[in-house]
């Protein structure tokens, strides 16, 4: 069964760094861009940042580009988030993600992991 | 950006009902448009790809349908797993994503 598994989630003070990690198993994990989606408590969903299949592209949306850094280790099947400069306003679940649809880029997100709560609270 | 705007932000209905909930986009997104239940403390769960292409394992009582700005997700016969979040995703300008606010389906 595919699999995806985040870790790494915790209580932070503002203005502090928290790295993310997803485990990832049971598919080719370096044929797959893989994405960060965040909830905040009793919000929706939020896309944060996407890589691709071998690390050369990434995009982030606004609110976290200069402070987030997704980053990928196809050797050890693992996508993994770096927050910086936390805020508030980053408190939420994140969830990792497979993408999957078109050859250029992922259209639709399936599986997703379980998720890891991260707060920013001082 | 495009904005997704879900309709209604949540629903009351009985074990049995047909439902739809509606995603409407800001602009035309063609059939990019995909479609999630999420369960209490639970992760996402795709249901629907490319406006109306079910994914493999999901119940045929759920439907999807729509191109340009307006999309639907119609429950045929609700059960009672049924009652969850529910979001639509577009995919029109990736890798930048977005999605509706949710619908909250809930037991009348």
């Known amino acids: 069964e595919v699999q995806l598994v985040e870790s790494g989630g915790g209580l932070v003070q503002p203005g502090g760094s928290l790295r993310l990690s997803c485990a990832a198993s049971e598919f080719s994990f370096s044929s797959f861009w893989m994405s960060w989606v965040r909830q905040a408590p009793g919000k929706g969903l939020e896309w944060v940042a996407s890589i691709k299949r071998d690390g050369s592209e990434k995009y982030y949306v606004d609110s976290v580009k200069g402070r987030f850094t997704i980053s990928r280790d196809n050797a050890k099947n693992s996508l993994y988030l770096q927050m910086n400069s936390l805020g508030a306003e980053d408190t939420a679940v994140y969830y990792c993600?497979?993408?999957?649809?078109?050859?250029?880029?992922?259209?639709?997100?399936?599986?997703w992991g379980q998720g890891t709560l991260v707060t920013v609270s001082s | 950006d495009i904005q997704m705007a879900q309709s209604p932000p949540s629903l009351s209905a009985s074990v049995g009902d047909r439902v739809t909930i509606t995603c409407r986009a800001s602009q035309s997104i063609s059939s990019y448009l995909n479609w999630y239940q999420q369960k209490p403390g639970k992760a996402p769960y795709l249901l629907i790809y490319a406006a109306s292409t079910l994914r493999s394992g999901v119940p045929s009582r759920f439907s999807g349908s729509g191109s340009g700005t307006d999309f639907t997700l119609t429950i045929s016969s609700l059960q009672p797993e049924d009652f969850a979040t529910y979001f639509c995703q577009q995919s029109y300008s990736p890798p930048l994503y977005t999605f509706g606010q949710g619908t909250k389906l809930v037991i009348k």
């Open positions: 993600a497979r993408g999957l649809g078109s050859a250029w880029y992922p259209d639709w997100f399936d599986p």
